[in-house]
């Protein structure tokens, strides 16, 4: 599957074409917006959230698409790793307005 080179977001705009890291521009308040760096699990975590068209994802299709299905992941590990992406990309963590949370499914992303 052919990765976009640049996704806009309400509040951030992801930039695939940086090559050390990719750079998420948080609007907000601030007309100039502020780069976020991502590790490379966050990373493909939202690369995989962005490619689910607002679909539910479980926890295990995430540890499957994220870090393989050769490795044991548990579900807190996938928990602090969203809580961590939501740091970084959402306006107000404690409430999400990106990724969202079903709970006792798993999560959904909205644009």
């Not at 992801?14 to 007309?31: H, N, W």
């Not at 479980?58 to 992941?73: K, L, P």
Request: hydrophobic share 45%.
């Amino acid at each position: 599957m052919q990765r976009l080179a640049l996704v806009l977001l309400a509040a951030c705009s992801v930039d695939y074409r940086v090559e050390v890291a990719v750079a998420i521009r948080l609007t907000g308040d601030d007309p100039a917006g502020a780069t976020v760096d991502l590790t490379s699990i966050e990373l493909k975590m939202l690369d995989l959230f962005l490619r689910s068209g607002g679909r539910l994802l479980t926890r295990a299709q995430i540890v499957d698409e994220v870090w393989g299905t050769d490795v044991f992941v548990t579900d807190r590990v996938v928990d602090t790793h969203i809580v961590k992406l939501r740091r970084k990309i959402e306006r107000n963590p404690a409430e999400p307005g990106h990724i969202v949370s079903v709970r006792g499914l798993g999560y959904r992303f909205d644009a």
